[in-house]
């Protein structure tokens, strides 16, 4: 399978805690995108990448909030001190031109 | 400020029949739009796209029309299948679809046998 990978799938964390997640883009891609979605909501973006140069960042972005991008390949998102409001679907996506592809995603719960 | 609105929160349709999803949006600079289709515990999936330089795009059973005087676009599956049940969500970016894309809240879809 040659689609977006994200690791891990899930991920239960205790408040407080720091959290990191990957993203692996389809190969060819140089763009990479991170949203976020809660329950009833579409996603939200986070941050975009193309190559290893992160080019824009949303307020949602706290500074609790790091991606990066090293070498222009795979991706990691670091949630430092994670509260509740931090728990949602943390979605990677990537592209070539102009449709983007997302990973399966991966399920934060903050307790 | 919801940028990208999808107004029905569900649709019903039986199989066979034609699903109608609508979409509006408020910028002006939005210049690609995009459908998404999504099961639940999976990221979203690309259907179909249209450039602003177009009024419709068809793939299949899938078709998007624009009327950006309207600022409005909607997705059409003719016909419809059970296994099109799913959550639909209308997308949108600017700049040619380089950037970061706007989502609308979704409509789920049900198609009923």
């Known amino acids: 399978d040659t689609g977006v990978s994200q690791n891990p799938r899930h991920k239960i964390t205790k408040r407080g805690q720091n959290v990191t997640f990957r993203c692996d883009p389809i190969?060819?891609?140089?763009?990479l995108y991170w949203y976020r979605q809660t329950l009833g909501q579409g996603p939200e973006f986070l941050t975009y990448f193309q190559n290893e140069a992160q080019l824009e960042k949303s307020r949602l972005l706290s500074d609790r909030f790091s991606a990066e991008r090293p070498k222009g390949s795979f991706s990691t998102l670091e949630i430092q001190r994670t509260e509740q409001g931090d728990s949602a679907m943390y979605l990677c996506?990537?592209?070539?031109?102009?449709?983007?592809?997302f990973g399966p995603g991966t399920r934060l719960t903050v307790t | 400020d919801q940028q990208v609105k999808q107004n029905s929160p569900s649709l019903s349709v039986q199989e066979g029949r034609i699903s109608i999803l609508n979409c509006d949006y408020t910028n002006s600079m939005f210049d690609y739009f995009l459908w998404y289709k999504k099961y639940p515990a999976e990221g979203p999936t690309f259907l179909i796209s249209i450039s602003s330089i177009k009024d419709k795009n068809e793939d299949g059973r899938f078709t998007v029309f624009l009327n950006k005087s309207a600022k409005h676009l909607s997705l059409h599956i003719v016909p419809s299948q059970p296994g099109d049940s799913a959550v639909y969500f209308c997308a949108a970016s600017a700049f040619g679809g380089s950037e970061k894309l706007v989502f609308g809240k979704g409509t789920k879809l049900t198609v009923n046998p």
């Open positions: 190969s060819e891609h140089n763009r």
């Open positions: 996506a990537s592209s070539l031109r102009y449709e983007q592809y």
